[in-house]
C-alpha cells in the first residue's frame, strides 16, 4: 500500500504564503457571458452582410481568388478573428521606438477600417509609464555598465555568431556566462539557449519520452505544453497549485503504472512555474519538493517570471522559500525579463547538462547567441550578485519587492479584484467584460500609461484581465500617477469588483500587518 502524506506547511513554509483569487461576482459573469453572447450575434449578422456584399470589407475574407483552396483557419478561430479581435486590435502590437524601460516612447498609429489596417501619423507619443514589459529589475536600459559592456563586446566580436555551439560558435563569453549561471544558481552546470520559449520546447523532449509520464499544472505556459506534446510522453494535468490533485495523480501513476500493461513508469516528471504569468501566483514548492521525493518523480522547474524577481538574493523561488537547490531536478529560466536580454538557461547537476548538450536540438542545431546579449547577461547577473563591487544589484531587488507590495496594496484598497501572491511583481487586474478589455487599453493610454490587456484564448473567456508588470525601475511618483489614472479609469468602466474593501494606513504602506480586510 502506498504512505499517506500528510504535508505540515507550518514546518515548510518559513514566512507566510498568501494568496487571493477572489471569486467573480455572479452578475458580473452573466453580464460577461451576456457580453460574448451579443458579440456573437452580432458577428454573424456581420458575416451573412458581407457574404451578400452589403458590407463591404474585402480584407475580412479570404480573396475570391482563393475560394477553390483549402481555407486557411478554422471556421471559428477565423470568426473570432474577423468579430471579436479586430474589434480591440488596436490595443496590441503597438510600436516602441525607445528602450522598454519605466518610461518608454510609442509610435502614434490610426485605423480608417476598424483596425483592419493602420496608418502611422508620424507622431511620437512621449513619456509613456510601461507597466506592461517583463522588466522586473530595470536592466532594460541604454546606458551604464550594461549597455556599456555590450557595446565593447559588440566592437569587438560582432554582432552575429554564423554556427552553433557545436561548430565553430562556442566564444568564451558563452563558457563565462554557463559558468556565471551554475555560480549564480548554485548548481553544478548550466548551459544557455538562444530562445527561451525553444528552452522549454526543445529539452523537455529530450528528457522525457514514450513511456513516461509528465504531470503538468494546468496553467503552465505554452512553451511547456509544446515541449509535454512533443515528447510523446503520456500527459496528465493537475489543478492549479494544488497539492492534493497532484498527489491523488502521483498515487495512481505508481500504484496502476502505465495504461494496458501497467509496467512502471520509466520516468515521471512534474512541470511547474516558478511565477505564472497569468495568474501572479507563486509555485508551493516546499510541497511540490515534499511530494516529488515521496513519490520518487522528477521536478522541472520554469523559472522564466521569478529568477531576479524573487528571493532576498534575486535567486528565484528556491531562494524565496530558502530551499535547496539540490532538490530540484532540472531548474530553468529564462534571461529575457529580469536580466533585460534573450535566451534562457537550463542548469542542474553536470550529467543533465552533458547529455543535453549532445541530446537536445535546441543545443545541436540552434545559432549560438549574440555576444552583446551574452555580455549584457554576464554584467546584469554580476549586478545581481554584488560582483560589480557595489550594492546596486540588491537594491534593486529590494526595491522590486516594496514596489510590488505597494502596488498591489494600493489597487486593493482601490476596490480592484487583484489575483495572485501578494510578493509577485505580475499583477493581473480582472476585467471581465469583452468590451472593457478594449477600453481600457484605450483610456490607459490616452493618460499616458502602456498597459497590457488580455483576454480569450490567453484566458479563460469569462477572465479577462489587465497584466501590470511592476519594474525596481518604477519609482514611487510614477507608480502614484499609474495608480491614480487606473482608479479613474476604473471608475469610468466600473471596474472596481471586489466585494472587500481593505483600509489603507498612509503612514507606512510596506507594513504588512497595517491592512485590514473589511466586507462591505
Known amino acids: ?190 548551459m544557455a539557449f538562444g530562445m527561451g520559449f525553444a528552452t522549454n520546447s526543445m529539452n523537455i523532449p529530450a528528457l522525457a519520452g514514450k513511456g513516461c509520464l509528465i504531470l503538468s499544472d494546468e496553467l503552465n505556459h505554452t512553451s511547456l505544453v509544446l515541449g509535454a506534446r512533443l515528447s510523446g510522453s503520456t500527459i496528465r494535468v493537475f489543478k492549479h497549485n494544488n497539492m492534493q490533485s497532484l498527489e491523488k495523480l502521483l498515487r495512481e501513476a505508481i500504484a496502476h503504472g502505465q495504461p494496458r500493461t501497467h509496467r512502471p513508469w520509466k520516468k ?119 560582483e560589480d563591487g557595489t550594492t546596486k544589484g540588491s537594491e534593486r531587488i529590494q526595491q522590486l519587492a516594496e514596489n510590488t507590495v505597494y502596488f498591489r496594496k494600493r489597487l486593493r484598497e482601490m476596490g480592484f479584484i487583484i489575483y495572485g501572491n501578494n510578493d509577485s511583481p505580475v499583477v493581473p487586474m480582472m476585467l471581465y467584460m469583452p468590451a472593457k478589455i478594449g477600453a481600457f487599453g484605450r483610456e490607459m493610454f490616452k493618460r499616458n500609461i502602456g498597459v497590457v490587456v488580455v483576454g480569450f484564448p490567453a484566458t479563460p473567456i469569462i477572465e479577462s484581465r489587465a497584466r501590470f508588470c511592476i519594474s525596481a525601475a518604477h519609482t514611487k511618483d510614477m507608480l502614484d500617477r499609474a495608480l491614480s489614472a487606473i482608479s479613474e479609469v476604473g471608475d469610468l468602466l466600473q471596474l472596481k469588483y471586489s466585494r472587500h474593501r481593505i483600509k489603507p494606513c498612509l503612514e507606512r504602506p510596506f507594513d504588512n500587518n497595517l491592512y485590514e480586510d473589511i466586507d462591505d
Open 1 to 190: 500500500p502506498l504512505p499517506d502524506i500528510v504535508v505540515p506547511e507550518n514546518q515548510l513554509y518559513n514566512r507566510p504564503f498568501v494568496e487571493c483569487f477572489e471569486e467573480t461576482p455572479m452578475l458580473v459573469a452573466v453580464l460577461t457571458y451576456m457580453g460574448y453572447g451579443i458579440l456573437t450575434i452580432f458577428g454573424y449578422l456581420r458575416d451573412f452582410l458581407r457574404h451578400w456584399q452589403i458590407e463591404r470589407c474585402p480584407i475580412a475574407r479570404e480573396r475570391e481568388e482563393q475560394k477553390d483552396f483549402v481555407p486557411l483557419y478554422q471556421d471559428f478561430e477565423n470568426f473570432y478573428t474577423r468579430n471579436l479581435y479586430m474589434r480591440i486590435r488596436d490595443n496590441w502590437n503597438r510600436p516602441i521606438c525607445s528602450v522598454p524601460g519605466a518610461k518608454m516612447e510609442l509610435m502614434q498609429r490610426l485605423s480608417h477600417d476598424y483596425n483592419w489596417t493602420f496608418e502611422y501619423t508620424g507622431r511620437i507619443v512621449q513619456d509613456v509609464i510601461n507597466l506592461g514589459s517583463y522588466n522586473y529589475l530595470g536592466f532594460a536600459e541604454n546606458t551604464g555598465p550594461c549597455a556599456d559592456s555590450a557595446a565593447e563586446v559588440t566592437m569587438k566580436y560582432g554582432v552575429g555568431v554564423a554556427s552553433t555551439r557545436q561548430e565553430t560558435g562556442n566564444l568564451d563569453r558563452h563558457e563565462e556566462m554557463e559558468k556565471l549561471v551554475a555560480n549564480f544558481l548554485g548548481v553544478e552546470s548550466a
Open 268 to 386: 515521471i516528471l512534474i512541470l511547474v512555474e516558478g511565477i505564472y504569468s497569468m495568474e501572479g501566483s507563486i509555485v508551493r514548492l516546499p510541497e511540490v519538493i515534499a511530494l516529488k521525493k515521496r513519490y520518487k518523480a522528477y521536478l522541472y522547474l520554469d523559472e522564466a517570471h521569478s529568477i531576479g524577481a524573487l528571493g532576498p538574493r534575486g535567486r528565484g523561488v528556491v531562494d524565496y522559500f530558502g530551499l535547496d537547490t539540490c532538490d530540484v531536478d532540472v531548474m530553468m529560466g529564462t534571461f529575457t525579463k529580469s536580466f533585460g536580454a534573450a535566451g534562457g538557461y537550463i542548469a542542474g547537476k553536470r550529467e543533465l547538462i552533458e547529455y543535453l548538450r549532445s541530446h537536445s536540438h535546441s543545443a545541436v542545431y540552434a545559432t549560438s547567441m549574440s555576444p552583446p546579449v551574452v555580455e549584457q547577461i554576464i554584467t546584469s547577473m554580476k549586478c545581481i550578485m554584488g
